[in-house]
């Protein structure tokens, strides 16, 4: 599995965590009254068949124990799969590597290894369909997917987007358990954010995924695009603890819906290659429109339409109306029945910014559009200057018209 940490020089802090409000004698006077049916002398009751039933009190304490988390896990856990990656990686050999002048000449050589990987992921639907990050089986030449309980299966790739970082799998199972997805354009930060996943392999030795459970810390982070050439846009981040393994897992919330795909997280340096509170997950209606168009098309389709013909403006352009510099651009047309012309652009238009970034020249719009990896269906937030006052319209592209 190819392991992205984005490194900073964070410090890992270790603190105590008390329940406040909460004394031992309160506890223990609670699971008095819970307990208080349990009769001593009968721990198991026999049916007539021969079976053993947990007696009354017991139940009474297991459900005081369970709570949203406990109910959500149960939701969304036999929906989660290891997954296991036989893959092709490359690999120079150079013994100049650290030396320009003679690496110019003698470039080394390359070759190709296979090596083993592992990551997480979720199945979204009863016929088999998985959900990964697409790093998860980056050139695998083969994928097994290990369900609760140990079972395994070979999966095939669907089709992946290396741009977004997601993959869709699929196995030929049916009746399978499937994660409910949710809505991530409606998360609140500060509700509870539940990872579950396959960190370092553990997945292999409990046949159960592993849960670890923390807050949605913030949402929309755009990194943009990565030197990898991937592009992280409207990332969610959670102090939930995740790991290497994790990647492809799910995030979900207190109801059991899954509102993310666990992704990458920020290290403590090169000393800590582990989490330190700052992970983050690609949202889940991202997600959406990737594996819809994996479906549709194969891959993600990445045309889209505005409708706008723009121009560079020119020191009489930006005189005439009033402007102190010539940075923005101008309308020039807009198409009929376009998706500029249902946003209320009109010509004469100056587009000031996008998304906040500011417009100079007509360059600058394709390398936003390139940076956020924009796709139809994507809304723009456009800051236009318009008889003397800024107002912002927002702008969603649409699909090429046939």
Partial sequence: ??????????????????????????????????????????????????????????????????????????????????????????????????????????????????????????????????????????????????????????????GSDYTTDIALLKIGEKDLPYCQLGNSDDIIVGEWAIALGNPFGLFELSGHPSVTVGVVSATGLNFGRQGSDRVYQNMLQTDASINPGNSGGPMADATGKVIGVNTFIFTGGNYSQGSIGLGFAIPINRVKRVIADIKRFGKVNRQFWTGLEVDNINYLIARYFGLSSTNGVIVTNVQKNSPAKRAGILVGDIILAINGQKIRKTQDIWTIFTNMDAKAGDVLKLTIYRKGRKIKIPLKLAPIRR
Avoid: W
């Fill in 1 to 158: 599995m190819r392991k992205y940490l984005l490194r900073t020089g964070a410090i890992l802090i270790l603190v105590s965590l008390t329940a406040a409000g909460c004394s031992a004698r309160d506890k223990t006077d609670s699971l008095k009254a819970a307990s208080s049916s349990v009769d001593s002398s009968r721990i198991f009751q026999k049916t007539a068949a021969g079976q053993a039933n947990e007696p009354k009190g017991t139940a009474a304490i297991r459900d005081v124990r369970q709570n949203a988390i406990t109910r959500a896990v149960q939701k969304v856990a036999p929906a989660v799969v290891g997954v296991n990656v036989t893959q092709i990686r490359e690999y120079v050999a150079n013994p100049f590597a650290n030396d320009p002048f003679f690496r110019f000449f003698f470039p080394g050589t390359r070759y190709r290894q296979k090596v083993k990987s592992l990551g997480s992921g979720f199945i979204i639907s009863p016929d088999g369909y998985i959900v990964t990050n697409e790093h998860v089986i980056h050139n695998a030449t083969q994928i097994m997917v290990t369900m609760v309980a140990g079972k395994n299966f070979p999966a095939k790739l669907i």
